[in-house]
């Protein structure tokens, strides 16, 4: 897979933000075909830097109510990622 396929956005939300400037691990959204090497290779192409670890997390579908019915969401997964000490991504 090509490294702009698999990671689609960063997760920036307030959890995610702390764990940037604590431990050093950032959270993207990223394909659901795509396993751990393959997010691995994708951050270490786009952005420049040394992964250590990855971690996936997969989200399931489920259904919401709306006024016209019910929908089924799609599901999603995240990986969040652990970089090497004294490497850093520019998110903003």
């Given amino acids: 897979m090509h490294p702009s396929t698999v990671i689609k956005k960063p997760i920036v939300t307030e959890r995610s933000t702390a764990t940037m400037a604590d431990d ?35 989200r399931k ?17 995240k990986a969040i990622v652990r970089l090497a000490e004294g490497q850093t991504i520019d998110l903003f």
């Avoid at 951050?43 to 996936?56: F, I, R």
Wanted: no cysteine.
């Fill in 61 to 77: 579908a489920r259904e919401r109510r709306m006024r016209y019915g019910y929908v089924q969401t799609a599901p999603t997964k």
């Fill in 24 to 58: 050093n691990r950032y959270t993207f959204l990223v394909d659901r075909r795509a396993n751990k090497t393959d997010v691995k290779r994708a951050v270490e192409s786009l952005y420049g830097v040394s992964v250590l670890g990855v971690t996936t997390q997969v």
